[in-house]
């Protein structure tokens, strides 16, 4: 299988900090074998989940909830990516100064979506990065410029759709 190379590179510190990962469609169930899919992704650390969607104001994107129960994804798995020293309250303050970077309005698809949100927030906190197959189909679409285009505009679509319900 393409999707199980474990990542975690170094034990520092002594709390855990998980990606947990959602199907957005039922077609992952075939494509997550061939380490494809289309997922959202969150990161879980002291007992809360961050993640990051669209919306559109100019205000952060990244919201709080309760781990592995992010409303209209399906839960796939939990990856331990490492460990981090920082307090709740530093989890926090790292997590402010990732929202001036992934603002609501500026939510893509292709170039800066959930998963660019986890890889960016789990290097901030242990120093590894998130697995390459959960955000591979967004690396293909850069490659492909119409592609990229219409999948950005469909899945945008839905993406959002899910939010205004």
């Known amino acids: 299988m ?8 170094s034990g520092r510190g002594s709390v855990p900090v998980h990606l947990n990962v959602y199907d957005l469609t039922s077609v992952n169930g075939y494509a997550y074998w061939l380490g494809l899919g289309v997922y959202h992704s969150g990161v879980q650390v002291h007992g809360l989940e961050y993640a990051f969607g669209a919306h559109e104001y100019p205000t952060t994107g990244i919201f709080e909830s309760e781990p592995k129960q992010c409303d ?53 906190l242990t120093g590894n ?16 410029n119409f592609v990229t285009e219409i999948l950005n505009l469909i899945l ?6 899910l939010f205004i319900q």
């Open 2 to 9: 393409l999707c199980r190379k474990s990542i975690v590179k």
């Open 72 to 124: 209209g994804f399906t839960f796939r798995k939990s990856i331990l990516i490492g460990w981090t020293d920082l307090t709740p309250g530093e989890v926090k303050g790292a997590m402010d100064k990732l929202a001036e970077k992934y603002r609501g309005d500026a939510y893509n698809l292709i170039t800066k979506n959930c998963n660019h949100f986890c890889n960016d927030a789990c290097v901030k």
């Open 156 to 161: 945008s679509f839905l993406f959002l759709s």
């Open 129 to 144: 990065p998130i697995p390459n197959w959960v955000n591979r189909l967004a690396r293909i679409g850069m490659c492909f």
